[in-house]
C-alpha cells in the first residue's frame, strides 16, 4: 500500500538552477510534471470502460499540455506576458479542474481503487527529482500544486510592467493589479486545501518520503507569500486611492507584516530557508511596519488638527 519510487538524488543532491529566470513579481515554485499512466492495466477491472477512458484522456492531456507548454510558461518574459502565456496557463489550468473532480472518484470512501495505480511526476527544472506513488492522494496533491504554481506562474505576468501607450515609463495597470489579487487568492486556496485536507489523507511514512516542494512547510510557506503578496498589492490600491481611509491602510499594512512574519520564520516544520529569502520577508515586513506606523502617526496629528499642509502621500 502506498509503495513508492524515486531517484536518489530527490532528498539530497542540489538542484538545478535555471539558466534563465526572466523578470519576476511573484515568486514561482518549479513545475512538477505528470508522466504517462496505463489506467487501463491498473483499472480495467475495477471500472467501466468509459470511466477508465474519461480518465485516461483527461489526464493524458494534461500530461501533453504541460510537456509541451511547461518551458514557456515558466520563461516569465514581458514577451509572454503578452503573447501566448494567460491563453496557456488558461487552458492547462482548465484541464487541471476537469481531471481533478474525476481523479477524487478512486478516493471516494476509502475506495481501495487509490492504490491501484502508480502516479509518477517529474520535476519539470531537474529532471533527477522524480517521484512515483501508488497513491491517488498523491496525484490529488501533486494536482493541487501544479494549479497553485499556474496561479502564481498567472499573477506574475499580470504584476509585470508592461509598455505605456502614452510614451511614459512602463507600469502595471490597477486593473491587471486587481485580477492579480483574485488569482493569487486562488492560489493560496489551492495550498491551504493541501495543507488541510489532502496531506492528513497520506500515512506518515508517505510524507516523510515525500518530494521537498510538497512539504508541508513548502506548502503553508507558498500560501502565505500569496496571502502576503495579495495584501501587499491591497495596500498599494489603497495608498493610491483618495477614497481609502487611514484605517483601512493601517489594516492592511499590519496584515501584510502578519504574513511576511510568518513566512520569514526559519524553520517551518523542519524546512529552513535560504538567507536571502529571509533578508527579502525581513524587508517586505520592515516597509508594512514602516508604512504602519506611518499611517497611525498621521491619523494622529489629522485628531489634534496637526497635520502639516505638505505630507508624504501616504
Given at each position: 500500500m502506498g509503495c513508492f519510487v524515486s531517484t536518489p538524488k530527490d532528498s539530497g543532491g542540489k538542484r538545478r538552477r535555471p539558466g534563465n529566470i526572466g523578470e519576476v513579481a511573484v515568486f514561482v515554485p518549479g513545475l512538477r510534471i505528470?508522466?504517462?499512466v496505463d489506467f487501463s492495466e491498473s483499472l480495467g477491472d475495477n471500472l467501466g470502460k468509459s470511466l477508465v477512458e474519461r480518465l485516461s484522456?483527461?489526464?493524458?492531456?494534461?500530461?501533453?499540455?504541460?510537456?509541451?507548454?511547461?518551458?514557456?510558461?515558466?520563461?516569465?518574459?514581458?514577451?509572454?506576458?503578452?503573447?501566448?502565456?494567460?491563453?496557456?496557463?488558461?487552458d492547462l489550468l482548465q484541464a487541471l479542474e476537469d481531471y481533478l473532480p474525476v481523479l477524487l472518484g478512486l478516493v471516494k470512501d476509502g475506495s481501495p481503487?487509490?492504490?491501484?495505480?502508480?502516479?509518477?511526476?517529474?520535476?519539470?527544472?531537474?529532471?533527477?527529482?522524480?517521484?512515483?506513488?501508488?497513491?491517488?492522494?498523491?496525484?490529488?496533491?501533486?494536482?493541487?500544486?501544479?494549479?497553485?504554481a499556474l496561479s502564481l506562474s498567472q499573477a506574475n505576468l499580470l504584476l509585470l510592467p508592461r509598455t505605456s501607450t502614452d510614451g511614459y515609463l512602463p507600469k502595471v495597470?490597477?486593473?491587471?493589479?486587481?485580477?492579480?489579487?483574485?488569482?493569487l487568492l486562488k492560489a493560496a486556496g489551492y495550498l491551504d486545501c493541501a495543507v488541510r485536507h489532502i496531506l492528513p489523507q497520506l500515512?506518515?511514512?508517505?510524507?516523510?518520503?515525500?518530494?521537498?516542494?510538497?512539504?508541508?512547510g513548502v506548502l503553508r510557506a507558498l500560501c502565505l507569500q500569496a496571502l502576503g503578496?495579495?495584501?501587499?498589492?491591497?495596500?498599494?490600491?489603497?495608498?493610491?486611492?483618495?477614497?481609502?481611509?487611514?484605517?483601512?491602510?493601517?489594516?492592511?499594512?499590519?496584515?501584510?507584516?502578519k504574513y511576511w512574519q510568518q513566512v520569514s520564520i526559519h524553520d517551518i516544520s523542519g524546512v529552513k530557508f535560504s538567507n536571502?529569502?529571509?533578508?527579502?520577508?525581513?524587508?517586505?515586513?520592515?516597509?508594512?511596519?514602516?508604512l504602519a506606523i506611518n499611517i497611525r502617526f498621521r491619523a494622529s496629528l489629522e485628531s489634534n488638527g496637526t497635520l502639516p499642509v505638505v505630507w508624504p502621500r501616504v
Amino acid at each position: 500500500m502506498g509503495c513508492f519510487v524515486s531517484t536518489p538524488k530527490d532528498s539530497g543532491g542540489k538542484r538545478r538552477r535555471p539558466g534563465n529566470i526572466g523578470e519576476v513579481a511573484v515568486f514561482v515554485p518549479g513545475l512538477r510534471i505528470p508522466k504517462p499512466v496505463d489506467f487501463s492495466e491498473s483499472l480495467g477491472d475495477n471500472l467501466g470502460k468509459s470511466l477508465v477512458e474519461r480518465l485516461s484522456a483527461l489526464r493524458t492531456r494534461i500530461v501533453v499540455m504541460a510537456g509541451q507548454e511547461a518551458p514557456s510558461i515558466t520563461r516569465t518574459r514581458r514577451r509572454s506576458a503578452t503573447q501566448h502565456g494567460g491563453s496557456t496557463l488558461g487552458d492547462l489550468l482548465q484541464a487541471l479542474e476537469d481531471y481533478l473532480p474525476v481523479l477524487l472518484g478512486l478516493v471516494k470512501d476509502g475506495s481501495p481503487l487509490q492504490h491501484k495505480v502508480q502516479f509518477t511526476w517529474i520535476n519539470q527544472e531537474d529532471e533527477s527529482e522524480e517521484m512515483g506513488m501508488y497513491s491517488a492522494w498523491y496525484e490529488v496533491l501533486s494536482v493541487l500544486h501544479l494549479m497553485a504554481a499556474l496561479s502564481l506562474s498567472q499573477a506574475n505576468l499580470l504584476l509585470l510592467p508592461r509598455t505605456s501607450t502614452d510614451g511614459y515609463l512602463p507600469k502595471v495597470s490597477e486593473e491587471s493589479r486587481r485580477s492579480a489579487i483574485d488569482i493569487l487568492l486562488k492560489a493560496a486556496g489551492y495550498l491551504d486545501c493541501a495543507v488541510r485536507h489532502i496531506l492528513p489523507q497520506l500515512p506518515p511514512e508517505l510524507r516523510r518520503d515525500l518530494p521537498v516542494d510538497l512539504a508541508e512547510g513548502v506548502l503553508r510557506a507558498l500560501c502565505l507569500q500569496a496571502l502576503g503578496q495579495g495584501v501587499d498589492i491591497q495596500l498599494g490600491l489603497a495608498i493610491d486611492s483618495t477614497k481609502a481611509t487611514l484605517a483601512v491602510k493601517r489594516r492592511l499594512a499590519c496584515e501584510m507584516v502578519k504574513y511576511w512574519q510568518q513566512v520569514s520564520i526559519h524553520d517551518i516544520s523542519g524546512v529552513k530557508f535560504s538567507n536571502l529569502w529571509q533578508v527579502i520577508c525581513d524587508v517586505l515586513s520592515f516597509n508594512g511596519l514602516f508604512l504602519a506606523i506611518n499611517i497611525r502617526f498621521r491619523a494622529s496629528l489629522e485628531s489634534n488638527g496637526t497635520l502639516p499642509v505638505v505630507w508624504p502621500r501616504v
